[in-house]
């Protein structure tokens, strides 16, 4: 089992920044890619960002630019660094781990990210 810890969000003035952070532990040695993904009220939840252990990257257009996620694998941990925060990027934002020779996928519980005047 893979258990996922998010931490960093929080409230920001449009234009700000943050950084989020995601612990990971348990059975980890297997996890080939890990992503941000966030969830608006009354939306879908929407990839954001995704890393795999290689270091290729995928973004959502809506953030490319502004946001970078990053690994730290020693750690067992990924980022992402939000500049240029828009009121659009409210959101729950989770994170995610797959193990793809296994179809297996993890999620943590979500950290609130507000950005409001």
């Known amino acids: 089992q893979v258990q996922l810890v998010e931490s960093g969000g929080g409230l920001v003035q449009p234009g700000g920044s943050l950084r989020l952070s995601c612990a990971a532990s348990?059975?980890?040695?297997?996890?080939?890619?890990m992503g941000w993904y966030r969830q608006a009220p009354g939306q879908q939840r929407e990839l954001v960002a995704s890393i795999t252990r290689d270091g290729s990257t995928v973004y959502a257009d809506s953030v490319k630019g502004r946001f970078t996620i990053s690994r730290d694998n020693a750690k067992s941990t990924v980022f992402l660094q939000m500049n240029s925060l828009e009121p659009e990027d409210t959101a729950v934002y989770y994170c995610?781990?797959?193990?793809?020779?296994?179809?297996?996928?993890?999620w943590g519980q979500g950290t609130q990210v507000t950005v409001s005047s």
């Open positions: 348990g059975s980890i040695f297997s996890i080939n890619a």
């Open positions: 995610n781990a797959a193990k793809p020779r296994s179809m297996t996928y993890y």
